[in-house]
Nanobody
Framework: QVQLVESGGGLAQAGGSLRLSCAAS????????MGWFRQAPGKEREFVAG???????EIADSVKGRFTISRDGAKNTVTLQMNSLKPEDTALYFC??????????????????WGQGTQVTVSS
């Protein structure tokens, strides 16, 4: 089991930026793919971005070109940099750990570990 602790988030204006960070701990933390999901009120939790420990990543089409994901292998942390924010980016963002990117992109059902969630609110 991997433990995930998120930080960052908050309130931003449309066009602004926010950064989310997630720290992973546990004996097998370094063997997992890490990433982010988000869930807006009344909507299903959706994949946002994922990154392998090799550094290769996958970004959802809805945020491609605006969001980037990066990792620090030495610290077991993953960062989601969110630029050009839009009101529709408003959601509760969750850090997630998964055995593979494919499992992560398939949806939240295959995710073994979740962070507690951090709120991102973008005002117009």
């Amino acid at each position: 089991q991997v433990q995930l602790v998120e930080s960052g988030g908050g309130l931003a204006q449309a066009g602004g930026s926010l950064r989310l960070s997630c720290a992973a701990s546990g004996r097998t933390a370094s063997s997992y793919v890490m990433g982010w999901f988000r869930q807006a009120p009344g909507k299903e939790r959706e994949f946002v971005a994922g990154i392998r420990w090799s550094g290769s990543s996958e970004i959802a089409d809805s945020v491609k070109g605006r969001f980037t994901i990066s990792r620090d292998g030495a610290k077991n942390t993953v960062t989601l940099q969110m630029n050009s924010l839009k009101p529709e980016d408003t959601a509760l963002y969750f850090c997630a750990a998964s055995p593979s990117i494919a499992t992560m992109k398939a949806g939240p059902g295959g995710i073994g570990s979740w962070g507690q969630g951090t709120q991102v609110t973008v005002s117009s």
